[in-house]
């Protein structure tokens, strides 16, 4: 099977940053939410990021997936920033919602009692890498060692962009304590590198792809050097699992069964990138696409808990119990 590369904006875009992608409007669908009130019911609705990675929610629905399973699904967007998706879960707006591994743990570290139902999408080293650190051409900085003492642009402060850049300069051999981070609106990252203002950025997609254009130089892989790493789940509140567990079961499995069509028609996701994002016909039909994954790597996912709380990005560090529904798809890594 040749090489696939992500979908642009799909990993990093879900709770890492804020971009202008697409405006929060409803997604093709019926019904309305419902509270976790333990009557089993059919209505869910769903709050997806607005980057990308939704694909298989639309999948579902349009192959008839929800349907087959007697639900009654509605996909909306959510918050800018998918962390933000959490109190609507909560209080029975919704009873999915999308998010990343940091997204997710920011509001696990403060006790919310919210779950990981299924997962999206983990980076892995089996594709090409779509997102990464960007030097101007000719710099000092060769690893992600020779950051120390550096400024690094980000397009979002504390999430998991500046957990992967801490996490590959210590891995290196560098102090990510040394490392000064300031954050930059998306569009702006490649002149900053190459001005000066910062000394590397991390950028992602479009916006890597364009900095590469534009003669910056990558270093390292990006995410595609922590394979394993959550960027894209569904999540729902522990008191509306426990109630319906019959109805979320069929849900996440009409998901999988989505993921599982997903990566095998590549123009069904096309088109639906088309529609629901801002991206440019012809930058989605000349890339290729996400490769989807239910699972979730729990050691992963530990190191990722571990090492952020240490770099204080994270208040405290939940225990798996405080993590994952009983029924979602883990796996143990290497």
Known sequence: ???????P?????????????????????????????????SKITVLRSNGALFEPLYIAQQQGYFDDAG???????GAQDTSQNAPSVLNGEAQ??????????KGAAKDMPIRIATGLVNATDEI??????LVKKGSSITSFADLEGKTVGLSALGGTVQFAVEYLTEQAGGDPGEIKFVSLPTTSLTDAAQSGKTDAVFSFGAFYAA??????TSIGQGMNDLPGLTQGVLFASQEYLSKNEETAKKFTDAVAKAIT??????????????????????????SQNSVYDKTIDTTMMRTVITK??????????????AIYWDQAPTVTGD
Not at 71 to 77: F, N, Q, R, S
């Open 308 to 321: 952020m709380h240490a770099y204080g990005l994270l208040s405290s560090a939940p225990k798996d119990d």
């Open 96 to 105: 999915f919602a999308m998010t990343d591994c940091s997204g997710f743990l």
């Open 261 to 286: 069509y997903a990566n095998e028609n590549p123009d069904s996701v096309k088109a639906i990138d088309k529609k629901y994002t801002e991206l440019s016909a012809d930058y989605i039909e000349n």
């Open 1 to 7: 099977m040749p090489k696939r590369t992500r979908n």
């Open 211 to 216: 900095g590469k254009q534009a003669g910056l």
């Open 128 to 133: 090409d890498p779509t997102d990464g650190l």
């Open 9 to 41: 904006l799909g990993r990093l875009s879900i709770a890492l940053v804020t971009l202008a992608v697409t405006a929060p409007v409803a997604a093709c669908g019926s019904g309305s939410s419902s509270a976790a009130s333990g009557d089993d019911s």
């Open 71 to 77: 639900l009654d699904v509605t996909i909306k967007a």
